[in-house]
């Protein structure tokens, strides 16, 4: 039972322009949601967050849109560069105390940014 | 760098052998998270620990075990061992961002091949 949804496995945007990646969940006691980004031969990398609290996270060029009566989330990438080229993973967290529990993780986005 | 750090980075082996993965946390972390991600999936939880002691459990199959020692590393050990079991095999520690924000940091996986 996919909890965490991404849906398009693959994103291709021209360098410069907007990368907007997407992601949908099923279970209303998520309450905390994150971004990795993972290159080939690595472990996945936190890029950023959002509490359930929020709508909106901004971290430098990458911003985080939480829309909870939809349960989507996005991530937004701007301007988005060669080295961003890798695979995203949306991930959920429920129930965060002051140890984070388990994440429930989507099967990834692979964006290409071509120069 | 994670701070996370799984040996070895790649086992092959036959089926029906037994392997053990390692997993040393970020210093002062007290968790220990284990993912299985097989062929275009994303990271599927297995195990939880929290300072050696099992905190949370998910579809982790019974040949499959793992504990967490008084140094806080974590072993997972494999057995019994079927093609179906060839996948990367992530191990997380829990900790705080520079932004504060509560999130997994990730160690770069072991690979199985299972022949």
């Known amino acids: 039972d996919q909890q965490v949804k991404q849906n398009s496995p693959s994103l291709s945007v021209q360098e410069g322009r907007i990368s907007i990646l997407n992601c949908d969940y099923t279970?209303?006691?998520?309450?905390?949601f994150l971004w990795y980004k993972k290159y080939p031969a690595e472990g996945p990398t936190f890029l950023i967050s959002?509490?359930?609290?929020?709508d909106k996270n901004e971290d430098g060029r990458f911003t985080v849109f939480l829309n909870k009566s939809a349960k989507h989330l996005s991530l937004h990438i701007v301007p988005s560069q060669p080295g961003d080229s890798a695979v995203y993973f949306c991930?959920?967290?429920?129930?965060?105390?002051?140890?984070?529990?388990?994440?429930?993780f989507g099967r990834g986005t692979q964006l290409t940014v071509w120069p | 760098d994670s701070g996370v750090t799984q040996t070895p980075k790649h086992l092959i082996t036959a089926t029906g052998q037994r392997v053990t993965l390692r997993c040393s946390p970020r210093?002062?972390?007290?968790?220990v998270y284990w993912y299985q991600q097989s062929l275009d999936q994303g990271l599927q939880f297995l195990i939880q620990?929290?300072?050696?002691?099992?905190?949370a459990k998910g579809n982790i199959l019974e040949r499959f075990s793992a504990q967490q020692f008084p140094d806080l590393h974590s072993e997972l050990n494999l057995s019994s061992l079927e093609l179906g079991d060839s996948a990367l095999y992530f191990c997380?520690?829990?900790?705080?961002?520079?932004?504060?924000?509560?999130?997994?940091?990730f160690g770069a996986g072991t690979r199985l091949s299972v022949l």
């Open positions: 620990y929290y300072n050696g002691e099992e905190r």
């Open positions: 997380a520690s829990s900790g705080v961002a520079g932004g504060g924000q509560n999130i997994q940091y």
């Open positions: 991930a959920a967290s429920a129930g965060r105390g002051s140890t984070l529990g388990r994440l429930y």
């Open positions: 279970n209303s006691m998520f309450d905390y």
């Open positions: 959002i509490s359930s609290i929020k």
């Open positions: 210093s002062g972390d007290l968790s």
